[in-house]
């Protein structure tokens, strides 16, 4: 079973910018991705980025390249979205997550484990 926590939300204006971490603990740490997705009032859950524990490969939503950073730290099992620039159009409850065998990491099903969200948002 793994944990994961995220930080790092808040109220920002645009043009901001934050950082989202993602705290990853528990037992049988086997971790293959770990993911970010938003989730806007009305929406569904939509990818943002991903990054493989082992090699660190990133893939980014085309939305959002340029402007958002994901990277890790193994050493403290911890996952980071750095997000510049920030848009209204950026404000959604944001959620790590973290699968484990290697699937498409841009499929929200794909996913075993899922943190508990954070709030990120973005006034004009």
């Known amino acids: 079973q793994v944990q994961l926590v995220e930080s790092g939300g808040g109220l920002v204006e645009a043009g901001g910018s934050l950082r989202l971490s993602c705290g990853a603990s528990g037992r049988n740490f086997n971790i293959y991705t770990m993911g970010w997705f938003r989730q806007a009032p009305g929406n569904e859950r939509e990818f943002v980025a991903l990054?493989?524990?082992?090699?660190?490969?990133?893939y980014y939503a085309d939305s959002l390249k340029g402007r958002f950073t994901i990277s890790r730290d193994n050493a403290k099992n911890t996952v980071y979205l750095q997000m510049n620039s920030l848009k209204p159009e950026d404000t959604a409850v944001y959620y790590c997550?973290?699968?484990?065998?290697?699937?498409?990491?841009?499929?929200?099903?794909?996913?075993?484990?899922w943190g508990q969200g954070t709030q990120v948002t973005v006034s004009r």
């Open positions: 997550a973290a699968e484990r065998f290697g699937r498409d990491g841009q499929n929200v099903g794909n996913y075993d484990y």
């Open positions: 990054i493989t524990w082992g090699i660190g490969s990133t």
